[in-house]
């Protein structure tokens, strides 16, 4: 009956599959964006253990949520994004759902301006994530790119970026990476975030912030900071949120879609179609995710736990930013790798062509995504030493 090609492994999916099937012991996954510990582990969270002990004793029912999941959720996940003082937080400009994860969140609202504006065009960075373009296109929107990343000087082009910004027509949609730009591990400063909320609010166009590495850059408040520059501008704006990495709830699938209208009349109106998206996505999002950062975000003492372990995580990256910039370094590479130790968040470009990450691959075990992507989250101090020489060793290919 279906007459179709085999379609093409996801990216950063399908290649964890082919690690998964690989029988070599010493190989390394950087591919896929989750956080590993020094000893290899993605570990639950001990907040979240605590969390989960808590809910074991008092959940009542697995009856369904509403729409729009845990009635709480808006009133947590507001002052995260926004910070407590902003005069976001429970504003009637402002509404919140419960997702499925970011990507869940994503499909909701291209889902929402599919249906709303179905002629306008969807803009994603150069790079940007691999799933961003399927998402969009899937609702059947158009997608298109603006310029973003300098690859000669492994930073942002921030010229070429804002001349993009620029040309985009008013209705089109922007789809922005709130901190920790995945795949370069490059973001704006707020010099550059400010001008382009002011690009935004001149030229019309819509700001959809992909928001997934919130605490995972510099800190909690300092990477929302770039996004709530642009807001400031008192543009509309969706924020597609996920608690999977700095929450390690990668399984539970639970982000948040939040709304950003310019009144509370407009807001009412796009909620109420937002809710439409999800009930005939998914009719109302799976509880346990929610349940557990709910019970983490209102209580203090669990609150703490939570932000002293995302502390401790981010150092941890940091410490293997470092770790591979000195290695490199130490190995001759006739590449500067200082740029790793300036950028942020879980992923850097590792600075090799398609040839060399197959050769990474396949002579090293070493998996990394196509386009050069590593994650850096996912490197232990015990494998540094392997990475550095099988970096090295490809490069010599060049
Ligand atoms: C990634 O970019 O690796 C993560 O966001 C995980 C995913 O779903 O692709």
Same mark, same amino acid.
């Given at each position: 009956?279906?007459?179709?090609?085999?379609?093409?492994?996801?990216?950063?999916?399908?290649?964890?599959?082919?690690?998964?099937?690989?029988?070599?012991?010493?190989?390394?996954?950087?591919?896929?964006?989750?956080?590993?510990?020094?000893?290899?582990?993605?570990?639950?969270?001990?907040?979240?253990?605590?969390?989960?002990?808590?809910?074991?004793?008092?959940?009542?029912?697995?009856?369904?949520?509403?729409?729009?999941?845990?009635?709480?959720?808006p009133h947590l996940t507001?002052?995260?994004?926004? =910070?407590? #003082?902003?005069? &976001?937080?429970?504003?009637?400009?402002?509404?919140?759902?419960? +997702?499925?994860? $970011?990507?869940? !969140? @994503?499909?909701?609202?291209?889902?929402?301006?599919?249906?709303?504006?179905?002629?306008?065009?969807?803009?994603?960075?150069?790079?940007?994530?691999?799933?961003?373009?399927?998402?969009?296109?899937?609702?059947?929107?158009?997608?298109?790119?603006?310029?973003?990343?300098?690859?000669?000087?492994?930073?942002?082009?921030?010229?070429?970026?804002?001349?993009?910004?620029?040309?985009?027509?008013?209705?089109?949609?922007?789809?922005?990476?709130?901190?920790?730009?995945?795949?370069? =591990?490059? #973001?704006?400063? &707020?010099?550059?975030?400010?001008?382009?909320?002011?690009?935004? +609010?001149?030229? $019309?166009?819509? !700001? @959809?912030?992909?928001?997934?590495?919130?605490?995972?850059?510099?800190?909690?408040?300092?990477?929302?900071?770039?996004?709530?520059?642009?807001?400031?501008?008192?543009?509309?704006?969706?924020?597609?949120?996920?608690?999977?990495?700095?929450?390690?709830?990668?399984?539970?699938?639970?982000?948040?879609?939040?709304?950003?209208?310019?009144?509370?009349?407009?807001?009412?109106?796009?909620?109420?179609?937002?809710?439409?998206?999800?009930?005939?996505?998914?009719?109302?999002?799976?509880?346990?995710?929610?349940?557990?950062?709910?019970?983490?975000?209102?209580?203090?003492?669990?609150?703490?736990?939570?932000?002293?372990? @995302?502390?401790?995580?981010?150092?941890?990256?940091?410490?293997?930013?470092?770790?591979?910039?000195?290695?490199?370094?130490?190995?001759?590479?006739?590449?500067?790798?200082?740029?790793?130790?300036?950028?942020?968040?879980?992923?850097?470009?590792?600075?090799?062509?398609?040839?060399?990450?197959?050769?990474?691959?396949?002579?090293?075990?070493?998996?990394?995504?196509?386009?050069?992507?590593?994650?850096?989250?996912?490197?232990?101090?015990?494998?540094m030493d392997r990475l550095?020489?099988?970096?090295?060793?490809?490069?010599?290919?060049?």
């Amino acid at each position: 009956m279906f007459n179709l090609e085999m379609a093409p492994p996801d990216p950063i999916l399908g290649l964890t599959e082919t690690f998964r099937a690989d029988p070599n012991p010493d190989k390394i996954n950087l591919g896929v964006g989750v956080y590993k510990d020094d000893n290899g582990n993605t570990p639950i969270m001990r907040a979240v253990k605590l969390a989960e002990k808590k809910l074991l004793s008092s959940e009542q029912t697995k009856s369904y949520l509403s729409i729009p999941g845990h009635g709480q959720l808006p009133h947590l996940t507001q002052p995260l994004l926004f =910070g407590a #003082d902003s005069e &976001l937080v429970g504003s009637d400009r402002t509404v919140t759902a419960q +997702a499925p994860g $970011g990507t869940g !969140a @994503l499909r909701v609202a291209g889902d929402f301006i599919a249906k709303a504006t179905p002629t306008a065009s969807v803009w994603l960075s150069n790079p940007t994530w691999a799933n961003h373009k399927a998402i969009f296109e899937a609702t059947g929107l158009q997608t298109k790119v603006y310029n973003y990343y300098d690859a000669q000087n492994q930073s942002l082009d921030k010229q070429a970026f804002l001349e993009s910004l620029q040309a985009i027509p008013a209705g089109d949609v922007v789809i922005l990476h709130g901190c920790c730009h995945n795949p370069s =591990g490059v #973001d704006p400063d &707020l010099d550059t975030w400010n001008t382009v909320g002011s690009i935004a +609010a001149a030229k $019309g166009w819509l !700001a @959809l912030f992909d928001f997934a590495y919130q605490g995972f850059g510099t800190g909690l408040e300092e990477d929302r900071a770039g996004m709530n520059k642009v807001l400031e501008h008192g543009i509309p704006a969706f924020i597609c949120s996920s608690y999977s990495k700095n929450f390690g709830l990668y399984n539970e699938r639970i982000g948040a879609i939040t709304f950003v209208g310019e009144n509370a009349e407009e807001t009412r109106r796009v909620f109420s179609h937002i809710k439409v998206a999800i009930r005939s996505n998914y009719s109302n999002p799976p509880s346990h995710g929610g349940s557990i950062v709910t019970e983490i975000l209102q209580d203090p003492v669990l609150t703490k736990t939570w932000e002293d372990e @995302l502390t401790i995580m981010r150092n941890r990256i940091l410490s293997m930013r470092t770790g591979l910039t000195d290695g490199l370094a130490a190995r001759g590479v006739d590449i500067d790798y200082s740029f790793i130790k300036r950028q942020i968040g879980m992923f850097s470009f590792a600075g090799i062509n398609p040839d060399q990450v197959d050769m990474l691959r396949n002579k090293h075990h070493v998996y990394a995504v196509h386009s050069g992507r590593i994650n850096v989250a996912g490197i232990t101090s015990s494998q540094m030493d392997r990475l550095c020489d099988a970096l090295a060793d490809v490069l010599k290919t060049k």
